[in-house]
């Protein structure tokens, strides 16, 4: 990248280079090792200054933050790997195969050297480690704080059905329903003798019938009777079977069977707390399907979150101009909703666009009204495909060269045939 540094490719062309190789790079060390976030602040940089041209001699402003340019496409961001969350999404396969790997060597190797794994794995019951244990376990018994204050998000997309239920523990995994029982039940779970038995061992056939030994630290209360009885509405249908493992299963994914991808977009979910308005997204959603060049939906996926270098924007990150007066009137400040919709010279842009699908003009405040507007014109006058939408962007595009040529090469402002 030193080399080049993206001179001769557009900001779809570096997007799409980030994507498709620089988040793949780390993969193999990713795949088995946690990365120090020194590293992973180092790798996110590198990143973030090729997306937007920075470099030592020159530094350029970051204008989406790069937690939103890590969001999926269809949450408004541009699908971006977030390093870390793709590092533990990686690592989590890991704890995967601790619980559903029964026959590999290596992890009878590690049965023995750390004891219960899928205790340990599946729940926040015993997550000690000592300190000859490896580093590799030590990373993967914490993994999961790795998140901040999303914590257990393995243990909440793992669920397991019923063999011999010697693997499960009645009270701390997720076997029955869509919580762990102590969550369900947390009065009985409280007042149990037997928080740590297994499924198995909470349960025996008696005279050929099926019984569930439940005991208690003292006598139950008429509520903890009434919760009792609940639990045992909906154990009275669970029968084991003494041949056949528990089978544990990933709920993220239509397969049961755990893949990074699923895991991936689940941690997203829990990182990503702040919501983009969903007239934007409606849009974008659009956006992304229009047969345009990249750089174009891109283009317009920064004009709606307001991050284009206009005047006011360059003014508000402390950027000295000579004029802040709109680059083709002259008549206002500069600003994305006045130099793509309100400006005398883009209306007449606009007009002439617009006069070709028989609309006479698209009357609004700024740019999510001005598009639902035109795509509720659009019924009216033309048939309903990804044509008129081209012109939508393509409009804007021509007024933000425009533009550009102008102040950058200062050309003549002609409206283009």
Same mark, same amino acid.
């Given at each position: 990248?030193?080399?080049?540094? @993206? ?77 870390? *969350? ?23 190797? &590690? ?31 914490? &993994? ?10 393995? $243990? ?43 499924? @198995? ?7 050929? $019938? ?8 003292? $006598? ?69 399907? *229009? ?28 950027? *000295? ?97």
């Amino acid at each position: 990248l030193s080399c080049w540094r @993206g001179r001769n490719l557009s900001i779809g062309g570096k997007v799409t280079l980030i994507n498709s190789v620089l988040s793949s790079l780390p993969l193999y060390f990713f795949s088995f090792f946690k990365a120090p976030k020194v590293v992973i602040k180092e790798l996110t940089q590198i990143q973030r200054d090729f997306l937007w041209g920075s470099h030592e001699e020159e530094r350029k402003i970051c204008w989406v933050s790069w937690e939103d340019i890590c969001k999926p496409k269809k949450e408004g961001g541009l699908g971006v790997k977030n390093l870390e *969350v793709f590092n533990i999404s990686l690592l989590a396969k890991w704890k995967w195969r601790c619980i559903h790997d029964h026959n590999a060597l290596w992890r009878d190797l &590690l049965a023995f050297r750390y004891g219960n794994l899928i205790a340990k794995q599946t729940c926040s019951l015993d997550r000690s480690w000592g300190t000859k244990d490896s580093i590799w376990w030590r990373d993967l018994m914490l &993994l999961e704080k790795d998140l901040s204050q999303n914590q257990n998000f393995f $243990q909440r997309a793992v669920s397991c059905d019923v063999g011999d239920g010697q693997s499960i523990l009645f009270w701390y995994n997720k076997w029955l329903g869509s919580e762990p029982l102590k969550d369900a039940f947390p009065e009985l779970f409280a007042i149990s003798s037997q928080q740590l038995e297994s499924v @198995g061992n909470a349960s025996s056939w008696r005279r050929d $019938q099926w019984t569930w030994g439940l005991t208690w630290k003292r $006598q139950l209360n008429p509520n903890e009777e009434e919760s009792l009885h609940s639990l045992e509405t909906i154990l009275v249908d669970v029968h084991l079977v003494a041949e056949s493992h528990d089978r544990w299963k990933w709920s993220l994914h239509n397969s049961k069977l755990f893949t990074v991808s699923s895991c991936y977009s689940f941690a997203m979910s829990l990182v990503n707390q702040t919501q983009m308005n969903s007239d934007i997204l409606d849009i974008l959603s659009i956006v992304w399907k *229009v047969p345009v060049p990249s750089k174009v939906a891109l283009f317009c996926w920064r004009l709606l979150l307001d991050r284009l270098p206009t005047k006011d924007n360059l003014i508000r990150r402390n950027v *000295v101009i000579n004029n802040s007066r709109c680059s083709l009137c002259d008549s206002c400040d500069e600003n994305v909703v006045h130099l793509f919709f309100h400006c005398d010279f883009s209306k007449c842009i606009w007009k002439e666009i617009l006069s070709w699908i028989g609309i006479v003009d698209v009357i609004a405040v700024g740019g999510v009204q001005h598009f639902w507007e035109y795509d509720r014109l659009l019924k009216y006058n033309t048939s309903r495909n990804k044509v008129p939408f081209m012109f939508w962007l393509a409009t804007l595009w021509i007024i933000w060269q425009v533009r550009n040529n102008s102040i950058f090469k200062e050309e003549e402002k002609d409206i283009p045939k």
